[in-house]
């Protein structure tokens, strides 16, 4: 059998080629000394002893009980894998919870669905290869990938876990719309953020908050403290859609308009 080999790189490009005078006799010598230099020090060199961990952990550790989470762990579960979920709510479901309605991620006919949000969260709870570890968190992790020991406290004490892998599904926060004063946040009861909106909706006909009217015509405002160095220089990446999807809130709302 073809015991293996060694490979060593001479770093011609960035050490001589692109440094260093063309056509010239110094700069052929040195290009010749780092690949004298590459080659003796693969003459001098052993084949390393391969080191092979045992007892390596094919379980999964999937932190956050969201949409996110809760979908790899479905995944992970079918495909024969056990997994640990981990949430620090007391129950699953995330942002999702909060949703009146979602975007279809496959087809967008209809425009807006249910979130389904409860059958999501009872396939995970029910799922035999999945279990659930509300009102908790990863108090530590210890070892390496394939042989981490993660530690998760909860109500109930603290448990640790042989795990291989780990996926990190924590979630977002939503931007402090206060330090968006100029916008009115916080002084007008009529401005409010798109994740509030959604709990409008939820409720029934969309009402004004500051007298429970309906409202007539609502306004969306994008890349609120977004692209904006004072705030976030980044895009959210969801806000748009998501403006387009609380439109259609809006348009299916009794005697509503909306103006975007």
């Known amino acids: 059998d073809f015991p293996g080999c060694l490979i ?12 260093h005078e063309p056509n010239n006799d110094e ?37 956050g009980g969201g949409i996110s989470g809760m979908t790899a762990a479905l995944d992970a579960a079918e495909a024969g894998y056990k997994v640990f979920l981990v949430e620090k709510e007391p129950q ?9 309605k979602k975007i279809p991620a ?4 209809p425009i807006i669905v249910d979130t389904e949000i409860d059958k999501v969260i009872q ?22 990938p394939g042989l981490y020991d993660v530690t998760i406290a909860g109500a109930s004490g603290s448990e640790t876990l042989k795990i291989g892998a780990i996926i990190m599904a924590t979630g977002w926060i939503p931007y402090d719309a206060n330090k968006l004063d100029y916008l009115g946040y916080g002084k007008y009861k009529n401005v409010v953020t798109n994740v509030e909106f959604e709990q409008i909706a939820k409720k029934g ?19 609120a403290g977004q692209r904006d160095p004072n705030h976030l220089p980044y895009c959210s990446s969801m806000c748009c859609a998501t403006s387009l999807k609380q439109a259609r809130y809006v348009r299916q709302n009794d005697n509503a308009m909306a103006m975007v």
């Open 27 to 63: 700069t052929q010598a040195l290009a010749d000394d780092y690949i004298a230099m590459a080659a003796v020090k693969v003459s001098k060199a052993d084949l390393p002893t391969p080191s092979v961990l045992e007892d390596l952990s094919k379980d999964i550790l999937v932190i």
């Open 8 to 19: 060593e790189r001479a770093n011609i490009r960035e050490f001589v080629a692109w440094t």
């Open 205 to 223: 006909p969309i009402a004004r908050p500051s007298d429970g009217k309906d409202a007539e015509k609502v306004a969306f405002i994008q890349c």
């Open 123 to 144: 396939q995970v709870e029910s799922h035999p290869n999945i279990k659930v570890y509300k009102s908790s968190r990863v108090e530590k992790t210890e070892g390496q």
């Open 92 to 100: 699953l479901g995330g942002f999702a919870n909060k949703l009146y």
């Open 106 to 109: 496959r087809t967008y006919n």
